[in-house]
């Protein structure tokens, strides 16, 4: 159980445009799903936290305009990267837990470079 | 933003050899996790301590939730080959309904062969 999933795996785009990552539940109902970024022999860093139904808090310094979460099912957040620029290539990583649950089960990771 | 102090960085070991780790930190966590991340691959839940003083198995692993609740240490006996990796400790804060997670900057593990 408590198996999250993530896609696309690996995403190469082009500067300017946006790019769209998913990340599902797959049996479990997750109350709150987190986004991750994480830099090359880095530790992961957390972008923003959502629940369903609810606008995703971001963390300091991420911008809400350029990193667009939406929560809007109990098994599936979207994170979209707005007119993406070669310093948004990263590891992006969701994470999810479910009603009362206090662990976070994560997901494989997508690997986006921007050219 | 906040970090736990995660030691050492990396390990050099030979196969078969124990391994141990550790985090602390100054603050008081009602929740300790260890997590093990392959290259390329999310971080995958290994033990998770819920009260001051448990010590935990899973397998070759233990861990250990300190009394203080401001450290834990992650042992991993007989290493193997694929216990290559990189262990990440993680925190969850008394008060944060969200259930976040502090994370330690990592410890790397390398078997020489």
């Known amino acids: 159980g408590a198996v999250v999933s993530q896609h696309p795996s690996r995403v190469i785009c082009k500067s300017g445009t946006s790019v769209k990552i998913e990340c599902r539940s797959l049996?479990?109902?997750?109350?709150?799903m987190f986004w991750y970024r994480q830099f090359p022999k880095k530790s992961l860093m957390l972008m923003a936290t959502?629940?369903?139904?609810?606008?995703?808090?971001?963390e300091q310094g991420v911008e809400k305009d350029k990193f667009l979460i939406n929560h809007a099912s109990l098994t599936l957040s979207t994170l979209t990267v707005t007119s993406a620029h070669p310093e948004d290539s990263s590891f992006y990583i969701c994470?999810?837990?479910?009603?009362?649950?206090?662990?976070?089960?994560f997901g494989p990771g997508t690997r986006l470079l921007v050219l | 933003g906040q970090q736990l102090n995660q030691s050492p960085q990396s390990m050099f070991i030979q196969e078969g050899e124990d391994v141990s780790m550790n985090c602390t930190s100054s603050s008081i966590f009602n929740t300790w996790l260890w997590y093990k991340q392959d290259p390329g691959e999310g971080p995958v839940l290994l033990i998770a301590?819920?009260?001051a003083g448990e010590l935990t198995s899973n397998g070759r692993l233990t861990a250990q939730f300190g009394i203080t609740r401001k450290d834990s240490f992650l042992n991993i006996s007989a290493s193997i080959p694929s216990d290559v990796g990189i262990y990440f400790c993680a925190g969850q804060g008394l008060m944060d309904s969200n259930y976040q997670l502090i994370w330690g900057a990592g410890t790397k593990l390398i078997i020489k062969p």
């Open positions: 959502s629940n369903e139904g609810s606008k995703a808090t971001y």
């Open positions: 994470s999810a837990r479910g009603r009362g649950v206090e662990t976070q089960y």
């Open positions: 301590l819920y009260k």
């Open positions: 049996d479990f109902q997750a109350t709150t």
